[in-house]
């Protein structure tokens, strides 16, 4: 600033600001050397607060209304830097603005898809996107934390941050609720409750008050909706030969030629033929698969020796064999102990059919 910026301020007792932007957070009112007369008139407005910044160190916080600066009216900048009457002596100080209304209208939205596990649809990627609103809740600490020796803080300069702590805790959030994809829509006021909720503290640790988070909407990939819009389809059409005969009595009402009304025809006797196909379906449930028992295996007697194990077909050979007849002792898996060949009702049933007619 030149010599004319001095000789003004000198004379300048008035300070206050009024917001032109609609997204200052945080202005520092400018002032030759950050001299302020002795006397000067602070005009603090509805949603502001101004904060005193006395060589580093913030000096006091003033909510809304008029105030003289002087010593009875700031004690503690008296304990800070004694004050002398006069234009040769003004005290120095930095004086921030901090807009305190309701920022609005903020987006977030995610910028890599979110994988999480359905039941119904296994593995699927969501994209969300929505709004939030802030507001300075705490303008000491807002200035402490985040905005420093910034003259002139903006929302720009700290969305970036505020979006990846929504985008952050509403992934974890959404993968760990285990709600259904289809239900996802229905949920979105509790989901939004719920994020806000759990960022609430983190904002809070900036000075920041996180007013309200919305969850405008949450979409799944283009093979996914592909998928919810067949099955949309496939209820809305129900019974299959009603709709087929509709289908077929909708495009008959067109004009067409001759070819078209015999192709119709076709597709018609073809629609009826599979509808009564899907009428006819067994209702009766079906009988249970029943796998086949293991193949019995027999042991016949030679001497006493154990000869086996044998099917039946071999069994049956032996018989013709001559090695084995109705007397000969035999056992069986099953049986407590062993038996006469005839005892066996299989393999009586051999001999008997194996006995040669009398002539």
Known sequence: ????????????????????????????????????????????????????????????????????????????????QHWDHGFNS???????????????????????????????????????????????????????????????????????????????????????????????????????????????????SYGLELSKVLIENISVPPAVEEALDKRTSMGMIGDLRKYLDFQTAESLTKEGSTSDMVGMGVGFAMADKLARRFEEQPTKPQKPYVPEPFEKMYYYAQGKEPVGPLNIDEVEALIKEGKIDSDTLMWSTGMEKWTKAKAIEEVETLFNYLTPPPL
């Not at 934390?145 to 990846?164: A, K, Y």
Request: with cysteine.
């Open 90 to 204: 003004p005290f120095k100080a930095e004086i921030y603005f901090c807009n305190l209304r309701r920022f609005t209208d903020l987006k977030w939205g995610t910028k890599n898809p979110i994988i999480l596990r359905d039941k119904e649809f296994g593995a699927v990627r969501l994209r969300a996107f929505g709004t939030y609103e802030i507001r300075i809740e705490d303008p000491r600490k807002f200035i402490e934390e985040i905005v420093g020796t910034n003259g002139h803080f903006t929302v720009d300069d700290i969305s970036n941050q505020l979006r990846n702590i929504i985008i952050a805790r509403f992934s974890d959030i959404v993968a760990s609720s285990g709600i259904p994809i289809l239900d996802l829509a229905a949920n979105y006021d509790q989901l939004s409750a719920y994020v806000q909720e759990k960022i609430a503290r983190e904002f809070q």
């Open 1 to 80: 600033m030149g010599f004319w910026d001095k000789i003004f301020g000198e004379f300048i007792d008035v300070i206050d600001w009024l917001d032109e932007s609609n997204d200052t957070l945080v202005y520092r009112f400018e002032r030759y050397n950050n001299e302020i007369k002795y006397g000067a008139k602070l005009t603090v407005r509805q949603a502001q607060a101004a904060v005193f910044v006395n060589e580093g160190e913030i000096a006091d916080v003033l909510g809304p209304g008029i105030y003289e600066l002087t010593t009875q009216n700031l004690p503690i900048l008296t304990t800070l």
